[in-house]
């Protein structure tokens, strides 16, 4: 079976578990026996995951949650912090440039939907793919928390800067200084992630979110998500150049011609109400 054939398959080092059922990749934490900690192995199997899904036609939508009982329990302290401290300079730097590739970089500028499916524990630096997902949802008693003031640092990597970009000043500061955990109603309430469903729904209900997400057409959604993510950081004048290039870049390389036929449906054939949400898109025809 060659690659792009594959539905499932574990990364060589056996961190990451990847399944693509429809148009969902769900990409796996794979480490349940230490709640999914994140080592420099995994660190390094996961871009090389995001990257695969991101090659594969079939996948319009990654999907982020980890096996057994945890999402990931942040940073594993030994691996990442202990073994790394004692090496020399130039290995800390690239495990931690490592880290920061796949936690920010890639889940920031990916070109397709991702959303996080927080199933259980989510501490420390979790909160960084969390948040750069796109979209959460969580189990209503999922467990989320800045632990680290509670064993002798500040917040690592990238965890203080991911949160100002989420939640308000007041919540992310209570999280940073106290280190108390949260629930997933907490979370919804601060908006670290957008809903929190009982436990036995979740998966049900991120199935939902992404086939919605996985109609719209990837090169409108890759304009869309892109746009917003960079010009919220840019002045107008800048943000009105940019979103514009988006705009024409999204309908321009949009091999299923949803503006056309979107006009066409509304307009001419009047067969969809583009305001009342998704049904429109089967509504539309052709
Ligand atoms: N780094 C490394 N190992 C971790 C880990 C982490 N962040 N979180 C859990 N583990 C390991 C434990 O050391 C243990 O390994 P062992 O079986 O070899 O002893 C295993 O995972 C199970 O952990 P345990 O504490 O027994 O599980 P639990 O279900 O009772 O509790 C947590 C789960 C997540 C509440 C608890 O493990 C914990 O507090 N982890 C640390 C979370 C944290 O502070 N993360 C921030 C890092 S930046």
Known sequence: MTQSEATSWTTTKGTV?????????????????????????????????????????????VVLTGEGESWSAGMDLKEYFREVDQAPAHVQTRVRRESAEW?????????????????????????????????????EDAV?????????????????????????????????????????????????????????????RTVEVAHRLAAVSPSVMRAAKGGFRKARLMAWDDAEEFLYAKFDQGILGDPERSKQRGLEGFLDKKSFRPGLGAEADQARGD
């Open 144 to 204: 989320f928390g800045l632990s680290e003031v509670n064993w002798g640092i500040p917040p690592g990597g990238l965890v203080t800067r991911s949160l100002a970009e989420t939640v308000s000043t007041r919540d992310a500061l209570w999280l940073i200084m106290t280190g108390e955990p949260i629930d997933g109603v907490r979370a919804a309430q601060m908006r670290l992630v957008n809903e929190a469903v009982p436990r036995e729904r979740l998966r049900e």
């Open 103 to 139: 936690q920010w970089r890639r889940l920031i500028n990916y070109p397709k939907a991702t959303i996080a499916m927080v199933n259980g524990w989510c501490f420390g630096g979790a909160i960084t793919p969390l948040v750069c997902c796109d979209l959460a949802l969580a189990a």
């Open 17 to 61: 578990r990847v399944e693509v059922e429809g148009p969902i990749g769900w990409l796996s934490f794979n480490r349940p026996e230490k709640r999914n900690a994140m080592n420099p192995t995994l660190n390094l199997e996961m871009t090389e995951s995001l990257e695969r899904l991101e090659a594969d036609d079939r996948v319009r939508v």
